[in-house]
Structure formats: C-alpha cells, structure tokens
C-alpha cells in the first residue's frame, strides 16, 4: 500500500520561504510521477509542480522561477521548495503519486495522495 506523508509548511511572511517535503513509502511500478498540488478554503484543488520518474518536470505558471521540485529515488522522498512565497500562495499543500508514461497537472491523473500540509503567507 502505497502512503505519502508530507511535512514542512508553517507560516511565513511575503517574500519567505518554505520547504515542503513528501515521503513516499510502498510500491508504485515504473514509470511514475509525483507531483504537488495546493487548495485554498474554496477554492479547486490546482496542481503546483509534477516530477516524472525518467526525467521531465512541469510547473503552473503561477509558481514558476519561484518554486523548485525536485525527488531522491534512493529516499523515495519528493520536495518543494517554495521561495518569493506571496499571500496568494496561502493554501494545504498536497502530495500526490501517479504511475504511467504521461503525466499533468490534473488531480484525476494521481491515484495516491497525501494528507496535506498546511502553507500561510502573510502580507
């Protein structure tokens, strides 16, 4: 059984940053992709920024030049880091695993998820 657990957020003021991270225990064949994905009180939930198992990363544009994902396959540990945060980008950040060749920013593309993690930024 595949679980993902994520940790890092808080809170930080406009311009701060944040590291999220996302430990990924349990079996998920190759190819895959993980990816994180945010929801604000309200709002749908958006993806964020997708990692692909052979290579291959995307971003919303929203958080692009601003927030880096990157994975260690040896820890099965996916990150984010979030830099020049503004209040718009207040949200629960969750991580989330897909498996296949094609991947997007689509909640339906994803079939595990996180619990989420708990991002404020104030102005």
């Known amino acids: 059984q595949v679980q993902l657990v994520e940790s890092g957020g808080g809170s930080v003021q406009s311009g701060g940053s944040l590291r999220l991270s996302c430990a990924a225990s349990g079996y998920i064949a190759s190819p895959n992709y993980m990816g994180w994905f945010r929801q604000a009180p309200g709002k749908e939930r958006e993806g964020v920024a997708a990692?692909?198992?052979?290579?291959?990363?995307s971003y919303a544009d929203s958080v692009k030049g601003r927030f880096t994902i990157s994975r260690d396959n040896a820890k099965n540990m996916v990150y984010l880091q979030m830099t020049s945060l503004k209040p718009e980008d207040t949200a629960t950040y969750y991580c989330?695993?897909?498996?296949?060749?094609?991947?997007?920013?689509?909640?339906?593309?994803?079939?595990?998820w996180g619990q989420g993690t708990q991002v404020t930024v104030s102005s």
């Open positions: 990692i692909h198992s052979v290579g291959g990363i």
């Open positions: 989330a695993a897909g498996q296949g060749w094609w991947f997007a920013l689509v909640p339906q593309n994803y079939n595990y």
